[in-house]
């Protein structure tokens, strides 16, 4: 059962696992789900924290910022904002774009597709939900994320 749920859906948690099988009768700790996984090959991992960036990352989202820092906000409503990276796990995320796509990511995560149509579909669904309201707020707040960047010499923010 632990294996057979493992595959079918693999972001699966020890403690899904332990309340799985008390539900279906059996009481085991969650080490113990850890040691069965482990057994059968499969290792757990958590996602950094926060992206990793080299010197030159850093350098160029410091230039980036403070060039534009004093732009006006009718000027970013101009901006076609694209994003040509299908997912990108390490991306600086000051573009507003990577930010409306996390949020596409979280929306579709929680329909855990099965295949690509059922993803597609649910993409497609999901994205006409999202209101144009977050587009208009993300450009708003667009300098404050700027400021954050300068403000952190360059290196990860919380945007």
Known sequence: MIMR???NQPRTTRED????????????????????????????????????LKI???????????????????NWVKVL??????????????????NLWRELKVRVAKHQPR?????????KEEWDKIPPEMCANLVANY????TSVIANKGFATKY
Do not use: Q
């Open 5 to 7: 749920t493992v595959r």
């Open 17 to 52: 696992l332990v309340n799985d099988l008390k539900a279906a009768g059996t009481i085991v700790t969650k080490k113990t789900i850890g040691n069965t996984l482990g057994r059968e090959g499969l290792k757990s991992c958590s996602a950094c924290k926060f992206p990793l």
């Open 56 to 74: 030159a990352h850093i350098h160029a989202r410091l230039k980036f910022a403070n060039e534009h820092l004093n732009e006006s906000e009718d």
């Open 81 to 98: 904002w694209s994003d040509e990276t299908k997912i990108e796990l390490f991306g600086i995320n000051s573009n507003p774009i990577e």
């Open 115 to 123: 295949n690509l149509n059922d993803l597609e579909k649910i993409c």
């Open 143 to 146: 300098k404050k994320h700027l």
